[in-house]
């Protein structure tokens, strides 16, 4: 790399500091994206097989330990105090060695996981963040539920001929977890993972906005102007939704919605919500059967994106019946993956489908492939938001001119 290369990118961290400093939109993940830039521009060979190979899978290790032996909330609970070796192995109540435990915690603290001060290891925002329950129970499931297909890819695409899965039940998660049903059945029959799913889901976008923040998708002009509850006294369903944290976002961002939100999932997801007074009415109902519900819109999301082509069509044909043309709008929040410049986030999330459940996030042309020219459906915008992975595509039935 040339020092002009170098100076360039350090002069872009200067901007988007100031940027961020300013607090605006995308410039914290700029901030991030350009730290990896810089990395990858000053690693030499030897150090990036050190950080990819060694590091990397040790600090996951690691984190997933830490979930089993409390670490994290035990380093919470002693606040700026912090714990020595021997106070926090005494706190794990497992009898770890401490020599054992000094050099797993070293290891998270020169990723800035956890600090080590004056002797103490110490708490830092982001172990505090990952103290919550939320992200206990992602950490588990990335760990015993993603990773092993990840180790097994190369296996995988060399048995298969190197190419894609045929079918989500044949796919590096099965060739992983030595199974041979799809990815939801499985998590449904392997206990906790279908609860740890459902609480990932409602972790992995924690902190990022919403399709309904200011200044993304234009909810009152959109939704809330033009609803008619002599149609339906339906505003909103979301299909698919989990255990409802975007409906829980969406009515305290708007207490006063004209209408009903209404959740939809698969009974286990709905029996688990555990939300005191929900703002939405739960439904079970499968996706692959009719909708039956009438509403201004139809949220979905990131799910189409678990599914194939064919299955993806299906979802939408169901949807159909329930539509009003000029008047009912489908919500598809996912990742659209830009051919020129795909950002990280979206490679991500196309690697973790891949590895899940055999498919792939999409292209705008893709997007347009199924939504328009197989289920017939009209694409109507596509908003986006900086720093966010994903986009608002907007549908409807074709013919309404809105
Ligand atoms: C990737 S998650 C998305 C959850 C939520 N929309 C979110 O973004 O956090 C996909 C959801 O689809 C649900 N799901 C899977 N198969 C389903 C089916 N046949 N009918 C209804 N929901 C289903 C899962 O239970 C899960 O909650």
Redesign the pocket.
């Known amino acids: 790399m040339t020092s002009s290369n170098m100076v360039s990118i350090i002069e872009d961290i200067v901007a988007a500091g100031k940027a961020y400093e300013g607090n605006r939109a995308g410039s914290r993940e700029t901030l991030i994206d350009l730290s990896y830039a810089l990395a990858g521009k000053l690693e030499i060979p030897s150090e990036f097989l050190q950080r990819t190979f060694w590091a990397e899978p040790a600090k996951s290790a690691n984190c997933r330990t830490a979930v089993r032996l409390n670490i994290f909330q035990h380093l919470k609970d002693a606040g700026d105090e912090g714990l020595s070796d021997e106070d926090l192995a005494k706190k794990t109540g497992v009898g770890i060695d401490l020599h054992l435990l000094q050099r797993l915690m070293r290891h998270l603290a020169v990723f800035h996981v956890v600090s080590f001060t004056k002797g103490k290891w110490c708490a830092t925002a982001l172990s505090n963040g990952l103290a919550e329950q939320n992200y206990q129970r992602s950490i588990e499931f990335c760990y015993d539920s993603g990773m092993p297909s990840f180790y097994k890819f190369p296996e995988y695409f060399k048995n298969n001929g190197y190419n894609l899965p045929k079918s989500d039940t044949d796919g590096p998660f099965q060739y992983a977890h030595k199974s041979q049903i799809s990815f ?1 059945p499985w998590i449904e029959a392997n206990p906790p993972n279908l609860a740890n ?2 609480t990932f ?2 972790a992995y ?1 924690a902190g990022k906005p919403n399709w309904f923040d200011p200044g993304f998708y234009p909810v009152n002009e959109r939704l809330i102007e033009g609803f008619d509850a002599s149609y339906s006294e339906v505003l909103l369903v ?5 255990r409802g ?2 409906m829980v976002h969406l009515s305290a961002q708007y207490p006063s919605l004209p209408g009903k939100l209404v959740l ?3 009974e286990p ?1 709905i029996a688990s919500i555990g939300i005191q007074d929900p703002p939405f009415e739960a439904q079970v ?4 059967t009719p909708q039956p519900i009438k509403a201004r819109a139809y949220a ?4 189409l ?2 599914w194939g082509d064919e299955q993806g069509v299906q979802i939408l044909e169901n949807l159909k019946p329930a539509l009003k043309t000029g008047y009912s709008r489908v919500l598809l ?1 996912e990742i659209v993956v830009s051919e020129d410049q795909p950002s990280r986030a979206a490679t991500t999330m196309d690697m973790q489908m891949l590895a899940h459940v055999s498919v792939g996030e999409r292209t705008e042309k893709d997007w347009r492939d199924i939504i328009e020219r197989r289920a017939g459906l009209k694409i109507t915008n596509i908003y986006i938001y900086p720093g966010v992975a994903e986009s608002l595509i907007e549908a409807e039935l074709p013919g309404s001119g809105t």
């Open positions: 939801f799913f459902a889901m409602s976008r979301d299909v698919g939704g989990g944290h975007d939809q999932d698969q997801v109902h499968d996706f692959y979905l999301h990131s799910v994106h678990d929040f």
